[in-house]
T-cell receptor, first 115, second 113 residues
């Protein structure tokens, strides 16, 4: 069974600073996809960034980048120049074809940006 | 605009009632998912469907069943609701390719009293 672990239940970051949210995963399949979602207090799930296991480059989307270390099975989200609106829950997720392409989530990290 | 719609935002049901949570997507997605979200536990997959009438158990299927009679609709059924099923329920859908993201509904907060 696949497993996603987010070890930081909560984090603070000063506005305008960068922050890294940790995510490790476990799968025996060489082909998989990794996702990060943001959930603000309003509750909607917002897709942020995707990394495929065979992608050579780390994914980037605006202020979001993914620090993908395949050998360590980690896919940390880096948010640069934090903004107050970044305060939210952040979830790491994985799709694994051996698990029928199910999308499995970690426990989440609550990020709080301080002014 | 992409849309996943859950039939209710808030629901209060009594213990022992049969509860239906409905989810409809308008993107012609093959995959549909039901999750429950509890503080500190993240999103846990209840059931997954990859095609009409096809379903797979997720991590926590006990006490739940699902129905997918049409491609756009995926229903979650609590056969006999219990207080430990009080939670936020999220529906999502996606295309099949592994690199495609899932789109989520707004969630249903279910309280079983």
């Amino acid at each position: 069974a696949q497993k996603i672990t987010q070890t930081q239940p909560g984090m603070f970051v000063q506005e305008k600073e960068a922050v890294t949210l940790d995510c490790t995963y476990d799968t025996s399949d060489p082909s998989y996809g990794l996702f990060w979602y943001k959930q603000p207090s309003s509750g909607e799930m917002i897709f942020l960034i995707y990394q495929g296991s065979y992608d050579q480059q780390n994914a980037t989307e605006g202020r979001y980048s993914l620090n993908f270390q395949k050998a360590r099975k980690s896919a940390n989200l880096v948010i640069s120049a934090s903004q107050l609106g970044d305060s939210a829950m952040y979830f790491c997720a994985m799709r694994d074809p051996n698990a029928g392409n199910m999308l499995t989530f970690g426990g989440g990290t609550r990020l709080m940006v301080k002014p | 605009d992409v849309k996943v719609t859950q039939s209710s935002r808030y629901l209060v049901k009594r213990t022992g009632e049969k509860v239906f949570l409905e989810c409809v997507q308008d993107m012609d997605h093959e995959n549909m998912f039901w999750y429950r979200q509890d503080p500190g536990l993240g999103l846990r997959l209840i059931y997954f469907s990859y095609d009409v009438k096809m379903k797979e158990k997720g991590d926590i299927p006990e006490g739940y069943s699902v129905s997918r009679e049409k491609k756009e609709r995926f229903s979650l059924i609590l056969e006999s609701a219990s207080t430990n099923q009080t939670s936020m329920y999220l529906c999502a859908s996606s295309f099949v390719p592994i690199g495609t993201e899932a789109f989520f509904g707004q969630g249903t907060r279910l309280t079983v009293v």
